[in-house]
């Protein structure tokens, strides 16, 4: 302890990365020198790139220029599957055959929203709750209306999320399709997965988990919860990069009977023999319509083998430590900002948010100082460190910028 406040802080921060065991990880980001960028705070919107991903994108480019059409037959056809199932292994706790990466997480979820909604034909009720991602309400307010099928509200606060007793209790014998997201885009908060996923089954109901705040930084376990779909994008934690393409996952149970509405070429069994009518690929090669984005999908290889080195349980411990920090930081340095989140780290995924009447008029500044949260309306600062490539120290800067600010 020093007698400057300042000081104690950047020397906390120091030990806390000194101790980190990650402590190797950032310096396996790209951080451009010229880069004016001083705390990366949003690392659940878009990821930072890995190096290993430069060379893995230009390694791509030259098979491309080297192998050019040959390159389908010789790898990309299957790459869908193969990058799938190694998510499945990594971070989501499915076993292969059920994991495909496809198009955008909104398209996903349509198409399993659909595929899934006509295993239930005798349902007319979707399950959804208030405060999910836009792309989620939106997707299924449009299959209700296409379907003539009811939506079912769960009210939650924003700060918190859907409880499993509230689930429970919106699940009815007309329920056909449960929609939540794992982690709330905006709270943060943790849904119990599990047990809500045993709510729906014990109703008759199926369940699809939109993964995009968690995978990569929250431990998934899809095959014990028995998850019947799940979607997700990897462009956050999983940094695939700006637009890189969704995963789709569809439990091993499902697959047989499932038809999502979206009849492609490369989604039918024998795709290069070009016959008449759609006749659906075996397994999870169904999910896929038409020809994937390959260069999309090279980048989160390179992020899956970072996450496979250190495991998930290190990188959740890390993000729960990282969240605390943030939540201890703005205790001392923003006493006037509302922490609206989850503060039990069991229940919160790897982001925070303050809420505070002035974050939508201080943002500018804090770009301009290159610190770079994300904002979320009505005036909510979301701060979502990255634990592979996030320093404490990092967030110690970007809360200290931001008090300054305000
Ligand atoms: C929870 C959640 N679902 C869906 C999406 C949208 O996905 P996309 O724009 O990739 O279709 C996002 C994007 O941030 C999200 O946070």
């Known amino acids: 302890m020093t007698t400057d406040p300042a000081a104690d802080l950047a020397a906390d921060a120091r030990a806390r990365d000194a101790a980190d065991p990650l402590r190797d990880y950032p310096a396996l980001f790209h951080r451009v020198d010229a880069s004016d960028v001083v705390s990366y705070l949003d690392g659940n919107s878009l990821g930072r790139p890995t190096i290993a991903a430069t060379e893995a994108i230009s390694a791509a480019v030259a098979q491309w220029s080297g192998r050019l059409i040959r390159g389908w037959d010789e790898e990309w056809f299957d790459l869908p599957i193969t990058i799938g199932d190694r998510l499945g292994r990594v ?17 996903l979820l349509y198409k399993l929203a659909r595929g899934a909604l006509a295993m239930r034909p005798d349902r007319t009720e979707i399950v959804l709750d208030t405060d999910n991602f836009p792309t989620d309400r939106y997707v299924l307010e449009g299959i209700a209306a296409e379907l003539g099928l009811d939506l079912r509200w769960i009210t939650v606060d924003p700060a918190s999320g859907v409880e499993a007793g509230a689930a429970r209790e919106s699940i009815t014998e007309r329920t056909a399709l449960v929609v939540l ?3 709330a885009y905006r709270s943060g908060f943790l849904a119990d997965a599990e ?11 199926l369940v699809l988990w939109d993964l995009c705040h968690s995978v990569g930084s929250v431990p998934i376990e899809l095959d014990r919860w028995q998850a019947d779909f799940a979607v997700g994008c990897t462009y956050k934690y999983l940094c695939g990069g700006p637009g890189s393409p969704a995963f789709g996952y569809v439990r091993a149970a499902h697959l047989d009977g499932f038809t999502q509405p979206i009849w492609g070429w490369m989604g039918r069994r024998d795709p290069f023999e070009m016959e008449a009518g759609y006749i659906p690929a075996d397994g999870i090669r169904r999910m ?11 980048a989160m290889r390179s992020t899956l083998d970072l996450i496979d080195r250190a495991g998930i349980a290190v990188v959740r411990d890390k993000s729960a430590r990282l969240t605390d920090y943030v939540i201890e930081l703005a205790r001392l340095l923003l006493p006037e900002a509302r922490i609206a989140s989850p503060l039990d780290p069991a229940r919160r995924g790897g982001h925070v948010t303050l809420d505070h009447p002035r974050f939508r008029e201080v943002l500018p500044r804090l770009w301009d100082r290159g610190v770079i949260p994300d904002f979320r309306a009505p005036q909510g600062l979301r701060l979502g460190p990255s634990p592979l490539s996030t320093t ?10 931001i008090a300054d600010q305000l």
């Open 91 to 107: 971070v989501l706790g499915a076993a292969p055959g059920q994991t495909a990466i496809g198009d955008s997480t909104t398209v």
């Open 181 to 183: 997201s794992h982690v």
């Open 392 to 401: 404490y120290a990092e967030v110690l800067t970007g809360i200290e910028v």
């Open 288 to 298: 896929i319509s038409g020809t994937p984005s390959v260069l999309g999908m090279i």
């Open 195 to 205: 047990e809500i996923t045993r709510a729906a089954h014990d109703a008759g109901a």
